[in-house]
Structure formats: structure tokens, C-alpha cells
């Protein structure tokens, strides 16, 4: 007898294809369900144009934005260095010899035992001020110049563009060494540091302020405010814009000892400086401006005094 013939099983994957393929005809997609596919299309497409172009929108908006802060953010640095720095531009007159006949002008030490305010008298206003600092031995044309540096900060007077919406002003920081061999070399020197011969330079410049002055977007917003402390009377007074005067301080007789009560020279008395600058963003319309304001500390209640190590 012929063996019986073996059959192979059929996988279940054979029959599933067998059973679609007995399935399949010739039909193809509707014109209806043509049209729900073209339509499903659109919908998607105005989706993710909308979507890129609200990006590229925001896109250029934060570039501008980063292009200011680049611009404020190292100025900032800069400016909160110098105030950190400020310094006596000579020891305090302890004789009338020192009043008289030391050298410099005579705002820095006008009045027998008053300081030499570390800020000119006279100068500090909400958008200037000048003061000395402790920048160390500065070095121009290969001339080493020792002694606290005149820094100089000021806001340009308010100009309009051709075509620019609003009138804006530029804010500048210099330096401007003292004059080889004037400044004191000791803390009883008569002398004082003498400034004019050597050219300052520029370390901060910042166009486009719109803040600080008449004619400008923000003119109420000063760019500059100071806080004092009167060191007797403890008085603080703070947003203070200007300073003009500085003299020996008040003083009264108590159990028979003359002790002073009240300060007169508040340019000496500054602790602290605010700084608020706001610049237009280029490139964005309607204008809109990026503000960076922050406070600068006296580093310490005699961090100010003068010293013949400076620089």
C-alpha cells in the first residue's frame, strides 16, 4: 500500500492572506471621501502657516530684544564697576594750608575738615554726574598716569531721526586720568589730584535712551537718582537728583565737647546710586523700549576714603 500523502499545516498567517486576497476587488476612494482628504489638507496647511508665521513674528522680536540687551548688559557692568570704585580725589584738609594753597579745583576740597566728596560737587543730576574712582594705574600712550580716575557720565541732549517716531539721547561713561605727579602721596599731602592734560576715553555708550529728558518718551524717569545718609544725624534721603554745596558739618556743644550733628556736604554722603536706563529696541514696530534699572553700593562705610596706594 502507497503511503498516505502528508499535508502541511497552513499557518494562520496564509489563511489571513488567502481570506483578504479572496476580499479585494477593483473599488477605489469616493469622490466624497476625496474631497473630506483635500479638505482635512487645508485645514492642516493654514494650521502651520499660521503657527510659522506667529514663530518668524516672535522670532524677530526676541532678536531685536537680545540686540538691546547686548548692548545694555557689558554697559551695565561697566557703570556698576565705577561707582564701586569711588574715591576721594585727595585726603580731607585738616589745615587752612591745605585749603588754600593745595592744588585743583576748588571743588573738590573747598572747606577746612569737610571731605573731598568722592562725587564733584555741583555735578550729580539726574542725568550727569561726575565723580573719582579707583581704577587703578591707568596707562596711555605707554604713560603710566597713578591715582583715582575722573569718570564722567552724562546724556547727550535729546535728537530726532529722520523718520524715527521719537526723540532719543545717548548715554556716555569716560575716564580721564590725572595729571602725571599731582596726586598726593601720602595722607597728610597738601596736594590734590589735578585732571585736564590727558584725553579721556569712552568705556560705555548706549544710543537710543528714550528716559530722562524733555522731549523724550519717558522724561519724568531720571536716569539717575542717589541715596544719601547723613553720617551724625543718620537722616537718609533717597531719590535725591542733585547736590550743590559743601561745607564743615553742624555742629553742637555737648558736656562741653563740640560734636557734630548734621552732615553739609551730602555729595560725600551718596551710599548708594540708581540707575535706570531705557532704550528703544531697533528694528520692532510699533517702538517699544528695554529697560534695565539696578542699584550700586558704596562697597563700604570707608571704602571712599582717599589713600596714597591708589592705583
Not at 476612494?29 to 473630506?36: G, I, R, S
Not at 529722520?162 to 602725571?180: D, H, K, L, W
Request: glycine share 6%.
Amino acid at each position: 500500500m502507497m503511503p498516505a500523502r502528508r499535508h502541511r499545516p497552513r499557518t494562520r498567517l496564509v489563511e489571513q492572506w488567502r481570506r483578504a486576497r479572496s476580499r479585494r476587488d477593483d473599488s477605489g476612494l469616493t469622490l466624497v471621501e476625496l474631497l473630506v482628504a483635500f479638505a482635512t489638507m487645508l485645514i492642516l496647511f493654514v494650521i502651520v502657516a499660521s503657527a510659522v508665521t506667529a514663530y518668524l513674528s516672535v522670532s524677530t522680536k526676541v532678536i531685536s530684544s537680545y540686540q538691546t540687551r547686548d548692548q545694555i548688559v557689558p554697559a551695565t557692568l561697566v557703570i556698576q564697576r565705577l561707582f564701586r570704585s569711588e574715591v576721594e580725589p585727595a585726603p580731607s584738609p585738616t589745615s587752612a594750608s591745605q585749603v588754600t594753597t593745595g592744588s585743583g579745583t576748588a571743588n573738590q576740597c573747598p572747606t577746612l575738615n569737610a571731605p573731598c566728596p568722592p562725587f564733584v560737587l555741583g555735578t550729580p543730576t539726574g542725568t550727569s554726574v561726575q565723580f573719582y574712582a579707583n581704577l587703578g594705574t591707568l596707562t596711555v600712550g605707554g604713560t603710566a598716569y597713578p591715582g583715582p580716575a575722573l569718570v564722567t557720565m552724562t546724556a547727550s541732549a535729546p535728537t530726532k531721526c529722520s523718520g524715527c517716531a521719537f526723540y532719543t539721547s545717548i548715554f556716555t561713561a569716560t575716564e580721564q586720568p590725572p595729571n602725571a605727579g599731582t596726586c598726593p602721596t601720602s595722607v597728610t599731602s597738601t596736594a590734590h589730584c589735578v585732571y585736564g592734560t590727558v584725553a579721556a576715553t569712552t568705556l560705555v555708550y548706549v544710543p537710543s535712551v528714550v528716559n530722562g529728558q524733555t522731549n523724550l518718551l519717558n522724561p519724568s524717569t531720571p536716569i539717575l537718582t542717589y541715596n544719601t545718609k547723613d553720617p551724625f544725624a543718620g537722616t537718609i534721603t533717597n531719590g535725591a537728583t542733585s547736590f550743590s554745596t559743601c561745607g564743615a558739618p553742624t555742629t553742637r556743644v555737648i558736656n562741653s565737647l563740640t560734636v557734630p550733628v548734621a552732615s553739609n556736604c551730602p555729595a560725600d554722603d551718596i551710599q548708594s546710586v540708581q540707575v535706570d536706563l531705557q532704550v528703544l529696541v531697533s528694528g520692532v514696530r510699533p517702538e517699544t523700549y528695554q529697560e534695565d534699572s539696578f542699584v550700586v553700593y558704596r562697597l563700604t562705610s570707608t571704602s571712599f576714603l582717599y589713600s596714597p596706594y591708589l592705583g
